[in-house]
């Protein structure tokens, strides 16, 4: 079926009016009307094709959330009218062993992206939510609570997933010194991650005017990384570090601020990175590791702690039109502290 849809022709084109096809819903799919879609910096990069991987036309979006129109013949426990989710992945191979942990982000044969990932039913490449249906397969779509503010759900599917990860698989947990760095779409759901986990939160920027929104955020404290008597304070105190920093920076400030053993996890900068001295490593057995949003089970435990916290994104809501001037806008990180589209603006732009 041809469905209305906004992306990129080339590196250098706008996001404009498209048309696409989706496939007709299968035996294990569900099709989804799409409500609102989070604008990621993943999408500028694709659109852009900052990583040389993309595949045209490309039709951003992996923060998806809308309604239920309907179910294939397999499907249980969905239904028409249900409130859902979709995130960064559509498919994987659900037989390697990643999968079979439910770690299908890692999937050994290549997990399918929401966008620019393989169609393995209509062939070439998938589209995302910029645009007004979706049809998943049933093992990829998530339960919404309707006691979240819908719109601001969207974020949760990329900047939620991507920060509650690491805070669960390093088993952050009451009493725990946490340091955010970075405070932006995903840092600003770091610290109200960390602060629901119970932990002592400690925003760390480069920008001391951001300290009152860290504090409103969840944050405990306030550490400006350019001040180097503060930073020097607070050396081998922290139990967790989670690095949003989205571009290529020094490491070794960072690293002086673990506890022997503790870790620092990238989850923001997906390009090189400057050189870090091993030594700051080595002499106190301390870790830099990556992640990569979650799993689909780990996703809905993300979804379920949100709806019993009352935690959701802070969001801007956009037209479907001004998508351009948002990007140029996300690049000037002026937002806070994630764009969503509410997509009613897509049909009224066909």
């Not at 719109?151 to 947990?173: E, F």
């Not at 995903?186 to 951001?210: C, N, P, Q, Y």
């Not at 506890?259 to 080595?282: S, Y």
Request: aromatic letters at 6%; one cysteine or more.
């Amino acid at each position: 079926m041809q469905v209305a849809a906004y992306g990129a022709k080339s590196a250098t084109s706008d996001i404009e009016p498209l048309t696409i096809e989706r496939r007709q819903t299968g035996a294990h799919d569900i099709a989804i009307d799409i409500d609102f879609c989070g604008v990621c910096h993943s999408d500028l990069h694709m659109a852009r094709n900052d990583w040389g991987v993309a595949m045209y036309p490309v039709v951003p979006g992996h923060e998806i959330v809308g309604r239920v129109t309907d179910v294939g013949a397999h499907v249980k426990g969905f239904k028409p009218g249900d409130l859902v989710g979709v995130g960064c992945m559509v498919d994987s191979c659900q037989s390697c062993p990643s999968c079979d942990e439910g770690l299908e982000q890692y999937c050994e044969n290549g997990m399918v992206g929401t966008y620019n990932g393989d169609d393995k039913v209509l062939g070439g490449h998938t589209y995302g939510g910029y645009s007004g249906k979706v049809v998943v397969n049933e093992k990829f779509v998530l339960r919404v609570s309707d006691k979240l503010e819908t719109k601001a759900v969207a974020p949760l599917l990329c900047a939620g997933i991507t920060t509650w990860s690491p805070l669960r698989h390093w088993n952050v947990k009451k009493g725990d010194k946490v340091g955010v760095v970075g405070l932006g779409g995903l840092g600003h759901m770091g610290v109200k991650f960390a602060a629901a986990l119970g932990a002592h939160v400690v925003m760390i920027t480069t920008s001391a005017a951001k300290g009152e929104d860290a504090k409103r955020l969840g944050a405990h404290e306030v550490l400006v990384s350019k001040d180097a008597d503060a930073m020097a304070a607070h050396t081998g105190s922290f139990d967790f570090l989670l690095n949003t920093i989205p571009v290529k920076h020094d490491l070794n400030p960072y690293i002086a601020l673990l506890k022997r053993d503790a870790t620092m996890v990238i989850v923001g900068a997906v390009e090189p990175l400057e050189g870090f001295h091993g030594a700051g490593l080595i002499m106190g057995r301390k870790r830099i590791a990556g992640s990569l949003i979650g799993g689909i089970a780990e996703t809905q435990e993300m979804l379920d702690f949100c709806a019993e916290h009352g935690i959701t994104s802070d969001v801007e809501m956009i037209n479907i039109d001004t998508i351009n001037n948002a990007y140029e806008r996300m690049q000037k990180s002026d937002v806070k502290y994630r764009f969503v589209i509410d997509m009613k603006s897509l049909k009224a732009a066909a």
